[in-house]
């Protein structure tokens, strides 16, 4: 089992430490290599993405992400961005499936910014297409125009689906939905981009093979506004590559925290790499003060999807129900009556609970 650990920028190094201590005390035989993505990498060597990284990334059978980017590296040319190295790995891996699953336990329940009674028992998964969409869709750029009589400065992104990546994604959503509550909620914004006209379309067509989970169609602004209002109403939510980067976040919020969030990016084979939704929060970084459970989380989704390795993933999973429920809790997760730790003392109470 080799595993290729990226640490990246800001807290992300804080948190890899503890999702590190965790996986190690597991017993498992995993064989773990070090590589610089993000900021890091652009510091040591030029660019966000290097060869070597690339190399690693290619042989491990997973990978392990903290968080890459940061204000330093805000100013440098577009490809030269620790974003860029992320999106770069994402696709040269051909990783299309991100699942960032949002689960509320019962102790954070006061955490989530929403009342008990409308997050409680909440589960669900959000899948997201990870490697089409605005983000890599061409042609993209900044450039000065003639516009309307004036040279001003015109910036623009293309939105393309090409059929098969919509039906591929469609397909990984059916299929958690199958093994879940049967019900998928497909995003879109097909009253007013055709893009996502198409996403419904081929969302209808693959349904057919999916008789037994009941689909349905929500236009992304109304789903932002339905997360918050009555989220348990969702089991899988399945949408592109930007509308799930939002609501993504917006549904981490209700678990009590982004630090709480974790994910996997699948190819087409279970080959992954699991990282928490969050980013690097430069605001914390180097003081401690980060909660590591999205990427311990994360780490143990990698047990599960990559490893196959159902029981230690549920040990770990476990673990952090535990610590939870001993009143363990980070500044993002804080609440009057619980114990206010930093990173390496939440990962201490971790492995006390392994
Ligand atoms: P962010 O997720 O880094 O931070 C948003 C807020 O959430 C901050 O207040 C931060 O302190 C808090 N937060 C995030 N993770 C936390 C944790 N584990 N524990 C406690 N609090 C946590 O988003 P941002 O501020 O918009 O972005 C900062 C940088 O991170 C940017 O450079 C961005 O591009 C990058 N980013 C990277 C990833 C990634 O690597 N997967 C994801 C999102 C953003
Ligand atoms: C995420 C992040 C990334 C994304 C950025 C940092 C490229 O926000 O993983 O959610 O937008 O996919
Ligand atoms: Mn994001």
Known sequence: MKICVLPGDGIGPEIMAQAIRVLNALGLKLEME???????????????????????AREADALLLGAVGGPQWDSLPREQRPERGLLGIRKDL???????????????????????????????????????????????????R???????????????????EIRRILKV?????QKRGKKLCSVDKMNVLECTQLWRDIAIEVSRDYPDVELSHMLVDNAAMQLVRAPKQFDVM?????????????ASMLTG??????????????KGMYEPSHGSAPDIAGKDLANPLATILSAAMMLRYTFNHEEA?????????????QGFRTGDIYEPGTQKV?????????????
Not at 108 to 128: C, F, H, M, Q, T
Not at 239 to 250: A, H, P
Not at 342 to 354: C, E, Y
């Open 173 to 177: 959503a059916f299929e958690a939905a």
């Open 257 to 270: 925290s982004i630090g709480m969030l974790p994910s996997a990016s699948l190819d087409a084979n279970n």
């Open 146 to 164: 003639e516009v309307e009589g004036t040279q001003q400065r015109v910036g623009w992104n293309t939105m393309i689906y090409a059929e098969y």
């Open 238 to 250: 399945v949408t592109g590559n930007m509308f799930g980067d939002i609501l993504s976040d917006e």
């Open 94 to 144: 051909g990783l299309f499936a991100n699942l960032r699953p949002a689960i509320l336990y019962p102790e954070l329940a006061n955490a989530s910014s929403l009342k008990p009674e409308i997050v409680s028992g909440l589960d669900i998964l959000i899948v997201r297409e990870l490697t089409g969409d605005i983000y890599f869709g061409q042609p993209r750029g900044i450039e000065v």
């Open 34 to 56: 070090e590589a610089l993505l993000g900021g890091c990498a652009v510091d040591a060597t030029g660019t966000p993405y290097p060869e070597a990284t690339q190399k690693l």
């Open 313 to 325: 993933a549920q040990r770990v999973e476990a673990a952090v129900r535990k610590v939870l429920a």
């Open 342 to 354: 930093g990173t390496r003392a939440m990962g201490d109470a971790v492995l006390a609970a392994l």
